[in-house]
Nanobody
């Protein structure tokens, strides 16, 4: 059974840093693409950062230059380094994994949208990030 598990998150003051980790287990092969998504108050998930199996990355405009996503393909793990955090970065962060087919980092970043042609195969349960001013 495939499991996607997030660790990290927590509370920090504005300008601080946090690290999120996500690991896929119960699957013998590597991932196609993985990413981090933040859920809005309306319940919609928007891509924050994504990475594909070749290491290409894409980021939401609001986090470029502040967040960095990286991967350990063999361990099926991705990490999101979040620096210069702002209160508007707060929210529930979900890790999503695509384990079959093909998908670029750009496509993965948009995969949670209702209009996306291809979606995320597996989701984690989420981890809360709170940035206070």
């Amino acid at each position: 059974q495939v499991r996607v598990e997030e660790t990290g998150g927590g509370s920090v003051q504005s300008g601080g840093s946090l690290r999120l980790n996500c690991t896929v287990s119960g699957y013998s092969w590597g991932f196609v693409a993985m990413g981090w998504f933040r859920e809005s108050r309306g319940g919609e998930r928007e891509g924050v950062a994504a990475i594909d199996r070749d290491g290409f990355t894409d980021y939401a405009l609001a986090v470029r230059g502040r967040f960095t996503i990286s991967k350990d393909f063999a361990k099926k793990t991705i990490t999101l380094e979040m620096n210069s955090l702002k209160p508007e970065d707060s929210g529930m962060y979900y890790c999503g994994a695509v384990l079959s087919g093909s998908m670029t980092a750009l496509q993965a970043l948009r995969a949670a949208r209702p209009s996306a042609p291809y979606g995320i195969n597996y989701w984690g349960k989420g981890t809360l990030v709170t940035v206070s001013s």
